[in-house]
């Protein structure tokens, strides 16, 4: 056995006791190192009901808030790259009718490099899909409402507002932009990992997007892309080994904007997703409803696990947090 093939299985262990104490229904854990070599392997169920499906390596899954780093995070900061956008300056030099009635509005003066590393007043997340579901009016009344400002949290309408730029500048909606190679903005049901059996929906997802917000917008930047574990490993094993983007954006992904935030992605703090034996070079993040991608840029490794953890719903204790960490910090026991 390979030394990547015994730690794999060392790492696999936490997941399997998971899915077999009935926490998760089931899930997919990949690790790649810098050089190419990899392993994945699926336990549980795609799905436990309204009928039953085994879970598998390429299932596909809704990465959910993975999306603001695998797409909207590289693309925004190639913008940048490009002399399209300056990340210092305001939104309103892509969105100028953000807030438009009220020119000295604070949400008129955040900026780009703001939003990524999440350092805004905005909340963390509200209700958008309970004021209707036509996008266009959607989009308006998220630019024009006058938002509470509060102390800066990890925020959804961040990555929304990002998305909104790219919209605009691109001339199309983010469902109409290419998803990336091996990604996608919806997966074939039958080889979807299913999420909740929605309230307001009437029916159990499965290929369809999970978040409310991204469902009634019909496509946003912080959530929405689908992938299976080979798709979100090959993405991660571009980053490590230089393939995936340029220097100067990767950089900035690795870039310490606060004591937990880099732009887009997490940093190693106390309690972190990916455990506590990372190596300070980490970057993560984790999604919604059950996924998670680690990048270890010094160890030249990258792991991701993916779960259909709010499978039939999201209102149960599945112990995703313990298990995130309880993975990783085997992953780095080595």
């Known amino acids: 056995m390979t030394a990547l093939a015994e730690l794999f299985t060392h790492a696999f262990a936490p997941l399997e006791a998971s899915v077999a104490e009935g926490r998760i229904p089931g899930g997919v854990l990949g ?3 810098r050089g190419g070599a990899r392993v994945v392997r699926a336990t549980g169920l795609a799905q436990r009901v309204p009928d039953s499906r085994p879970m598998h390596e ?32 305001p939104l309103i030099s892509a969105l100028p009718d953000l807030r438009q009635y009220d020119q000295k509005a604070w949400e ?21 899909y ?10 308006a009344f998220i630019l024009q409402r006058e938002w509470q400002a509060g102390m800066p949290v990890y925020s959804d309408i961040n990555f929304i507002l990002l998305g909104f730029a790219m919209e605009r500048l691109s001339g199309k909606r983010i469902r109409a932009m290419d998803p990336g ?13 299913a999420t909740e059996d929605c309230t307001w929906r009437h029916r159990v997802l499965s290929g369809e997007v999970h978040d409310d917000n991204c469902s009634a917008l019909d496509g946003a930047g912080h959530a929405g892309l689908f992938g299976t574990a080979a798709s979100v490993l090959d993405f991660a094993q571009g980053l490590l080994d230089g393939t995936g983007a340029s ?3 990767i950089a900035l992904m690795r870039a310490p904007l606060s004591a937990t935030r880099t732009h887009g992605w997490e940093r190693p703090y106390e309690g972190w997703s990916g455990g506590g034996l990372c190596s300070p070079g980490t970057i993560g993040h984790t999604g919604f409803t059950g996924t998670g991608l680690w990048i270890d840029f ?17 209102h149960f204790n599945s112990g995703i947090a313990a298990l995130r960490q309880a993975v990783g910090d085997r992953v780095n026991g080595d």
Request: glycine letters at 8%; charged letters at 20%; a positive charge.
């Open 31 to 33: 690790i790649v190192e």
């Open 58 to 89: 390429g299932t596909w899954f809704d990465l959910a808030s993975l999306t603001k780093v695998i797409f909207t995070t590289p693309r925004i900061l190639k913008l940048a790259e490009d002399g399209v956008i300056d990340l210092d300056t």
């Open 108 to 128: 008129r003066k955040v900026t780009f490099r703001q939003c990524l590393g999440h350092q805004t007043p905005f909340p963390a997340v509200a209700p958008i």
């Open 130 to 139: 309970t004021y209707g579901r036509g996008p266009d009016l959607l989009r």
């Open 181 to 193: 190679p091996g990604f996608a903005f919806s997966a074939a049901p039958d080889q979807a990992a």
């Open 247 to 249: 220097p100067a954006s």
């Open 298 to 314: 010094d160890k030249g490794r990258a792991w991701t696990l993916l779960t259909n953890r709010i499978h039939p719903t999201r």
